[in-house]
């Protein structure tokens, strides 16, 4: 009998807390809110703190479609050929995100640029921005940011159908879309400035920098650029204080003029924060200065291939095999419908 009243005590005492947290979810989680926020990391900025969401998004196509790229500027842009003595170089972000898990979102280093004022590229999933819809919003009001498409749910640019490669670029474009009409529309109510927010993102990464040459002229057909990089940043965790120090010594021993670095913001893998403040103090002692993806663009020539890899041809290829059918996940292909 005492087991049983413990039971049903317990039975209570859980019915609560679950309807605690389902409310305070739902305010979190209220976009409404967004930009009010705290920069602050929060719990739900943890890799599977959020619910996984698997529909697609609210808008399919988006309502600014780009022009086709210009023949010259197909392929892959590895670094920038710069056309002044100026020692500067891109950082970029990824956040990725599958169909069948939620990442984070790295407040960590997300704050430490904003401290430093170091602009940045961030190449976001369509669900990721979903799945992070809050942080997106305050992202699109710092300026130091770029915004670039990383497909919908990560998508192996190499094994996906054109119909489904279409949908990954474009369900991205829809959802960034939805989310900066929704900043807009909360600076318009709050009386804020009214902050310059580019309408789509025109830089597209390759998810694991896999592509094919039909792939390639796809993404040309929806007027993406596709960016990747000439330095792989992360190597392991560089959480430890000694192992940053060693991966930046070697990041560094990389960088040239014009560089790519590519890096993650989406909590995978561990201590890139630690691993970015490092290769920052490394580079601004040597005289670097830091710009987006687009200003380094403006500034040069692309160097640009007809491949995607991260440092080596072909050293991606396995990664076919992993992450479902079409690297999202998935048993079944995704074909966007
Ligand atoms: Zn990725």
Not at 15 to 34: K, M, N, P, R
Not at 58 to 72: F, N, T
Request: with cysteine; charged share 20%; hydrophobic share 40%.
């Amino acid at each position: 009998m005492l087991g049983s009243g413990i039971t049903r005590q317990n039975a209570f005492v859980r019915f609560w807390l679950f309807l605690l947290s389902s409310l305070a979810f739902a305010v979190v989680h209220d976009i409404a809110f967004a930009l009010e926020s705290s920069w602050k990391a929060d719990s739900w900025d943890e890799r599977k703190m959020l619910p996984n969401d698997t529909r697609p998004p609210d808008r399919r196509e988006p309502s600014m479609l780009l022009p086709p790229l210009e023949e010259h500027m197909v392929g892959t842009i590895r670094r920038v050929s710069i056309d002044s003595e100026e020692k500067i170089v891109a950082l970029t972000f990824d956040m990725c995100e599958l169909a069948t898990v939620t990442t984070g979102c790295d407040m960590d280093i997300l704050n430490y640029l904003r401290e430093e004022k170091i602009p940045a590229t961030l190449f976001m999933g369509g669900k990721w921005m979903r799945t992070h819809a809050r942080r997106v919003l305050q992202i699109m009001n710092e300026p130091l940011f770029e915004i670039g498409n990383h497909a919908w749910t990560h998508g192996n640019c190499a094994l996906l159908s054109s119909s489904g490669l279409r949908a990954q670029v474009l369900w991205t474009q829809a959802q960034y879309e939805l989310l900066r009409e929704e900043t807009l529309r909360q600076a318009e109510m709050r009386g804020m400035p009214v902050p310059d927010i580019a309408p789509v993102p025109t830089l597209f990464r390759l998810p694991y920098g896999r592509c094919t040459p039909a792939a390639l002229n796809t993404l040309s057909s929806l007027g993406m650029r596709v960016v990747l990089w000439d330095v792989v940043a992360e190597v392991g965790d560089s959480s430890r204080p000694i192992q940053a120090k060693k991966s930046a010594r070697r990041v560094v021993d990389q960088v040239r003029q014009g560089s790519i670095l590519l890096f993650h913001a989406n909590r995978v893998p561990r201590g890139t924060a630690q691993l970015l403040r490092e290769v920052v103090a490394l580079l601004q002692a040597q005289g670097y200065r830091f710009t987006t993806v687009s200003t380094l663009l403006r500034m040069g020539t692309p160097v640009m291939c007809m491949d995607g890899y991260f440092r080596h041809p072909g050293d991606n290829k396995q990664l076919d095999g992993c992450f479902g059918v079409d690297g999202t996940g998935l048993r079944t292909p995704f074909v966007g419908d």
